[in-house]
């Protein structure tokens, strides 16, 4: 098992708390080394916006079936890059 899959273990959460990133932003992190090239980059950039993409599609279809989905949310979620901020 990847020690980084492993929630007890003492290096993990050492290294969350030095870096301040989730268990699963570490593993991805951990993935990235096998990316070394411009085109594995460009291609696990389109892989990520799909599945985000995906995710927010999904949630706005739950949204709608629940009747939550409203115009407000709509225009705050136009206005969010969704990225983490720097």
């Given amino acids: 098992m990847h020690p980084l899959n492993n929630d007890n273990n003492t290096m993990a959460v050492t290294m969350e708390r030095q870096t301040g990133l989730t268990p699963m932003q570490l593993h991805l992190v951990s ?47 136009a206005s969010q890059h969704f990225r983490t901020p720097y």
């Fill in 31 to 77: 993935m990235l080394n096998f990316n070394r090239s411009e085109e594995a980059a460009k291609r696990l950039e389109m892989a990520l916006q799909q599945f985000y993409l995906a995710e927010f599609e999904r949630m706005k279809s739950e949204m709608r079936k629940e009747g939550t989905l409203t115009e407000d949310i709509v225009s705050m979620g």
